[in-house]
């Protein structure tokens, strides 16, 4: 992340975290479609669009700052946070109106909501209720607008409006009130850091979030094949924890305290996730945020095995079918671990996938989590293999007011043949040392642009 333009962002909140800790301190859906929808929900999460997610169908005229040529009301702001980070992680500056159109949707209090077809409107209008505010659309926002730098006030005034919501558990619900679900504590978690802030100093009622995400996680006494793995929510009768992989995808990432602007990590070897410690049936060793990540990232390559390096989509009767959106996020959430062999074999499935897979082509919110999950193993988020990733994100919305000093923008929408997952593998050290150039060359852009 590129944090250095919000050391003051940091420094408000420290001073808010006293007020925190007493009594009332990121699939983009209404109170109502999210009960039908949360399993379907796949951006990094953190909570996103799993594939194959419906559309009402567009409107008949779009913002011209918003990219995506689909009906916006579930996912407007979602994908337009999730193009922006993806950009930045190729080393683009965005475009200044598709950041003023995304800050544009910020509600007076602080909060986003999916989307807002007149912002001019207050939030509580009769006619905006439909898509009220909700925690995810919020923290993938803060995620964006930290990373573009520039917009601190509005980063500042969402993260007192999500730490306002949180819930006694310490996590949060998709919208203020509901019980915490992982996906929403995750894409929050990764506001939080990427605002400056510490997510364990965010607490109340004595929880901070990694409580919350915790307590979703299955333990020992689930089937071996499932331990480690994070539920969406408990069951509303039973209170039994099933295993779901987009929440753990999205858990495994936040329990390590990251979003999905996520840099290579340190090293050139890959660690070996450890699953949870247990004995007859009982763990024998203290479950931490960091052994909880890796044992949830051990339960997500047991399924990435199994599947050929790929997750299956959860939507009723398409079981079968690939996920690719949420394969992506895993690749960020096992990257960010340390995992990197695991990362390797399924971002290689994605490339292998991206001719046939509709969505890459033209779809915002699928491209950028593509080219998220390359920036994130090390590679170069402008394309993968010979697919120009950010020739194909830039066609469906405003140009980026500046491109990479050695961006692959040219072809037909197919990139030159540059470097290959296994190719960008083998240069890792390159790429790390690229991604710290690349992060100081945005940095200067930012200031030089005023955002």
């Given at each position: ?27 983009r ?15 990094v ?5 799993a594939?194959?997610s419906?559309?009402p ?54 909060s ?31 995620q ?5 730098g ?26 203020p009130?509901?019980?915490s ?44 094949p ?13 209170g ?5 992989d ?31 410690a ?12 960091r ?28 079981e ?34 991206l ?86 060359l ?10």
């Amino acid at each position: 992340m590129h944090r250095a333009a919000f050391r003051g962002v940091g420094g408000r909140a420290r001073l808010l975290t006293a007020h925190r800790k007493a009594p009332e301190m990121f699939l983009r859906r209404s109170a109502a479609a999210l009960a039908a929808s949360a399993v379907l929900s796949a951006a990094v999460a953190p909570v996103a669009h799993a594939d194959g997610s419906p559309s009402p169908g567009k409107p008949s005229k779009l913002p011209e700052g918003l990219y995506g040529k689909s009906d916006p009301t579930f996912d407007g702001v979602w994908r337009q946070s999730l193009t922006l980070l993806a950009q930045e992680a190729s080393g683009a500056t965005p475009a200044k109106e598709a950041v003023d159109w995304l800050a544009g949707q910020q509600c007076d209090d602080g909060s986003f909501t999916a989307y807002r077809a007149d912002p001019e409107r207050p939030c509580d209008a009769e006619d905006q209720k439909k898509t009220p505010s909700d925690t995810n659309a919020t923290a993938l926002a803060v995620q964006a607008l930290a990373a573009v730098g520039g917009r601190s006030d509005a980063v500042a005034k969402s993260v007192d409006w999500l730490t306002s919501v949180q819930n006694k558990d310490g996590g949060w619900g998709f919208n203020p009130g509901q019980p915490s679900d992982a996906n929403s504590v995750a894409v929050v978690v990764g506001a939080l850091t990427a605002a400056g802030e510490k997510p364990r100093e965010v607490v109340k009622d004595g929880k901070d979030p990694y409580a919350a995400l915790l307590s979703l996680q299955l333990g020992c006494d689930a089937k071996k094949p499932e331990r480690g793995a994070f539920a969406y929510q408990p069951d509303k009768k039973t209170g039994d924890l099933a295993p779901n992989d987009y929440a753990s995808t999205a858990a495994v990432l936040a329990t390590l305290g990251k979003g999905l602007l996520t840099e290579p990590a340190d090293g050139e070897g890959s660690s070996e996730p450890k699953p949870l410690a247990c004995e007859d049936g009982e763990e024998t060793g203290k479950r931490t945020p960091r052994t909880a990540s890796s044992a949830g990232a051990a339960y997500l390559t047991g399924v990435l095995d199994a599947n050929d390096g790929h997750l299956r989509s959860a939507m009723p009767g398409a079981e079968k079918q690939p996920d690719h959106v949420t394969t992506a996020y895993a690749v960020i959430a096992l990257a960010a671990g340390g995992q990197r062999d695991e990362a390797r074999t399924s971002l290689r499935w994605l490339e292998k996938s991206l001719p046939d897979w509709k969505k890459a082509k033209n779809d915002p919110g699928s491209i950028a989590a593509v080219m998220l999950a390359t920036h994130a193993t090390g590679g170069d988020a402008a394309e993968l293999g010979d697919v120009a990733l950010l020739k194909r994100l830039n066609a469906t919305g405003p140009e980026p007011a500046a491109m990479p000093a050695a961006g692959s923008d040219d072809g037909d929408g197919d990139g030159d043949g540059g470097s290959s997952a296994v190719a960008t593998w083998s240069l890792v050290g390159a790429g790390l040392a690229a991604g710290a150039g690349i992060g100081f060359l945005m940095s200067g852009r930012r200031k030089r642009q005023g955002l």
